[in-house]
């Protein structure tokens, strides 16, 4: 069984910084494709950036290109996502996702999910 941990989450003021961090369990970490997701009040759910098994490729949503970065640390077994230059509409729960066997993480259902992490940015 998997499990997906995240932290890190917190109240901000625009433009700041947080870093979040998904702690994961489970014998194919290390080579299964992680990514955050994110979820605002009255929202959908959307994606916000994806790391493969590698770390050697990553994509991201338009929306967060260029301020937020996302890593991991397969020997930690952890995965992190660096967000900068914060802005309110960044303020959602943040989900860390891990793809099952033979799924595809950006259709969601095919997903691990954690509990979520709130992150919260003040004007």
């Known amino acids: 069984q998997v499990q997906l941990v995240e932290s890190g989450g917190g109240l901000v003021q625009a433009g700041g910084s947080l870093r979040l961090s998904c702690a994961a369990s489970?014998?194919?970490?290390?080579?299964?494709?992680m990514g955050w997701f994110r979820q605002a009040p009255g929202k959908e759910r959307e994606f916000v950036a994806v790391?493969?098994?590698?770390?050697?490729?990553?994509n991201y949503a338009d929306s967060v290109k260029g301020r937020f970065a996302i890593s991991r640390d397969n020997a930690k077994n952890t995965v992190y996502l660096r967000m900068n230059s914060l802005k309110p509409e960044d303020t959602a729960v943040y989900y860390c996702?891990?793809?099952?066997?033979?799924?595809?993480?950006?259709?969601?259902?095919?997903?691990?999910w954690g509990q979520g992490t709130q992150v919260t940015v003040s004007s």
């Open positions: 790391i493969g098994w590698n770390g050697g490729s990553t």
């Open positions: 489970g014998r194919t970490f290390s080579r299964s494709a």
């Open positions: 996702a891990g793809s099952q066997a033979f799924g595809n993480i950006y259709r969601m259902t095919d997903n691990y």
